[in-house]
């Protein structure tokens, strides 16, 4: 009997279970770590690639160093990425700024605060869906972001799911505050990623018959 046969079913989940928490803490220091080496504002954005491509990386079995890997995705795509989904990171930062602004301000609700707050989930959920579309598909860089927003309009219900995972993630945050600066953010970016792979799989699945209006996945192996 092989080693693996005699193991408990529950000890392989438990260590599968693990491995998947220890990557959340990689993923979470990395795009902290990568995000200051940009000063943040060009940062963040490759930051988020680099998280998300070696997320494919690591769903697909590949083993690589995650450092190392990390720091060659973020060099690579680093005025790329930003060019691709930088005005998209931008408008919803300054759309956060706006809810966050007003919420603060104590104000009774208005017309132009659920406008914003309306207006900065959209953009959040066009960012979230650009990142994984971005290491997942090979477009010109002027088309992730509009790319992104067609495919969300038209995948309204995924959309929805995704916006509900990002208020768990951030309700689990605010419950446990001392989760934050060790696994949200990365909790946040491999759950999106693994999201988003599973929709477009999905989408392409029920495109087979018909012409895709997304071009065929990035070749196995190959970095672009």
Known sequence: MSANAATPGWAVRAHAAFEWVWWLIVVNVLWY????????????????VAAAELTRRRLRGESFPPLRAFAAAWRREFWRSN???????????????SVIGHFNAAQPLTAW??????????????????????VHYDLPLSRYVITAS???????????????ASVLVV??????????????????STLATVLCLGFFAANERRLAPQTSSLPSPQNEGVPR
């Open 83 to 97: 060019a691709a989904l930088g005005p998209a990171f931008a408008v919803t930062a300054l759309l956060a700024a």
């Open 113 to 134: 605060g659920l406008a914003s707050a309306g207006a900065f989930v959209g953009a959040f959920a066009v960012s979230a869906i650009a990142v994984p579309m971005y």
């Open 171 to 188: 309700t689990c945050s605010l419950v446990v505050p001392g989760i934050i600066p060790f696994l949200s953010l990365g909790a946040w």
């Open 150 to 164: 067609r495919w969300m309009l038209r995948n309204l219900a995924h959309a929805v799911l995704l916006v509900a």
């Open 33 to 48: 770590l990568f995000a200051l080496a940009g000063g943040v504002v060009l940062g963040a954005v490759p930051a988020s």
